[in-house]
């Protein structure tokens, strides 16, 4: 079973849509949450971090996280055609391991206009 | 303030050749990790460096390998290619707490093995 798991989509949404992506993950000792926007042949640009359970805002999108479950989500309201991407969700450790991010496999998002 | 620089962005090696690839982080950022990206794998991690010694080391080979030096720009090397490196490798650079930059990803360097 992988740390982080995310399921792959693609996700095919019409402009104005709310996007909701998902991600699970088994260990308990992970501490922070990100989520990353990955365009075609660029690197991952940090979009939304958290460390605790609950809500955190950020113009259209909204980063969720519950750490009962194991379960953290990131919604997109209003969806663009420029938030067409890769949407990676990553988790941490914090500490010593802070310098480890651990992945899942990302989702592909379209948004047609 | 500049971002994370990897050189260079494309590289074509044969099997068997070895290749370094270079990292410079964010300026004040002391930790430096390596990652791996492939269509069938995603995002895995390589290793960190901080202050100059590997902190931290994911599931990869000793043919992969890597470096910091004192202006914690980081190299990373790969001995004796094989086909199933090909990827692109991502360099990221962090500031020990969360914020904007928390691991903050350079464009990459897209290596291809043939």
């Known amino acids: 079973q992988k740390e982080v798991e995310q399921d792959p989509g693609p996700l095919s949404v019409p402009e104005g849509a709310i996007v909701s992506l998902n991600c699970t993950y088994s260990?308990?000792?992970?501490?922070?949450f990100m989520w990353y926007r990955q365009y075609s042949r660029k690197g991952p640009e940090l979009l939304m971090y958290t460390y605790s359970s609950g809500n955190k805002e950020d113009g259209r999108f909204t980063a969720q996280v519950d750490k009962s479950s194991k379960y953290i989500s990131l919604f997109i309201r209003d969806s663009q055609p420029s938030d067409s991407a890769t949407y990676l969700c990553a988790i941490n450790a914090g500490g010593t391991s802070y310098g480890k991010l651990t992945f899942g496999q990302g989702t592909i998002l379209t948004v047609h206009p | 303030k500049a971002g994370v620089t990897q050189t260079p962005r494309y590289l074509i090696k044969t099997r068997g050749q070895q290749v370094t690839l270079s990292c410079s982080p964010i300026?004040?950022?002391?930790?430096v990790s390596w990652y791996q990206q492939t269509p069938g794998q995603g995002l895995q991690f390589l290793f960190e460096y901080f202050s100059e010694t590997q902190r931290n080391k994911g599931n990869f080979p000793g043919r992969f390998s890597g470096r910091q030096f004192s202006n914690s720009r980081s190299e990373m090397n790969v001995s004796t290619l094989e086909l199933g490196d090909s990827a692109l490798y991502l360099c990221?650079?962090?500031?020990?707490?969360?914020?904007?930059?928390?691991?903050?990803f350079g464009s990459g360097t897209r290596l291809t093995v043939v």
């Open positions: 300026s004040g950022h002391r930790s």
């Open positions: 990221a650079s962090s500031l020990p707490q969360p914020g904007q930059e928390y691991h903050t």
């Open positions: 260990n308990s000792a992970f501490q922070y």
